[in-house]
């Protein structure tokens, strides 16, 4: 297993150990013990699997509360998974990574808590999966605009992006509720 630290404190671009020959391939997706070995010492609660379309943009999400560290990967198609830091006291608050994941790379991404989340479709259709650290929770749910000026994300578009009602209404970076010093995954989930 390859790690790569990228530009946001503590997200991680993890390629997996994979075994091939003539008759396909084997990979761990998911082992806890090597995952801590690594930095992520998390508990996983809930997968999530979704399908898209070429162009289909979904994000930017997080819940404010019941947050979620997510561990994402594709295991068809193609996407430009991207992150962006909305913990204040972060040395890389307001910062974003994009990298490519997709069945070829089949590169996992960690997310940790007090990200916001989103990824664009780059093949015809993608299949995307996702451990979650905590339970889905409309109610903290948040969006921020996927093109926010401010974030400045540079997307691989070719024609204007798919998106749902919810995604094309999302607050701008500067109006978005985020993470206040001192935040800690623990105390946002207290009182569930």
Excluded: C
């Amino acid at each position: 297993m390859k790690v790569q630290e990228t530009k946001i404190s503590g997200a991680l671009i993890v390629d997996p150990a994979v075994f091939g020959d003539e008759r396909g391939f084997f990979l761990e997706s998911f082992n806890e013990r090597a995952m801590r070995s690594i930095g992520i010492d998390a508990h996983f609660v809930q997968d999530n699997h979704s399908r898209s379309q070429r162009n289909v943009l979904r994000g930017l999400h997080y819940q404010l509360g019941q947050t979620q560290g997510k561990l994402v990967r594709v295991v068809r198609g193609k996407v430009f998974d991207v992150a962006v830091d909305l913990r204040r006291d972060s040395p890389t608050f307001g910062k974003w990574e994009g990298v490519e994941l997709s069945e070829e790379n089949r590169r996992l991404f960690w997310l940790p808590p007090g990200l916001a989340h989103g990824f664009l479709v780059l093949s015809d259709s993608a299949d995307f999966l996702y451990k979650a650290t905590d339970y889905y929770a409309p109610a903290f749910e948040r969006t921020i605009l996927w093109n926010d000026p401010e974030l400045g994300i540079e997307w691989p578009l070719v024609d204007e992006p798919i998106l749902s009602a919810k995604d094309a209404a999302g607050k701008a970076f500067r109006d978005a509720e985020v993470f206040e010093a001192g935040f800690s995954a623990r105390e946002t989930n207290a009182g569930r």
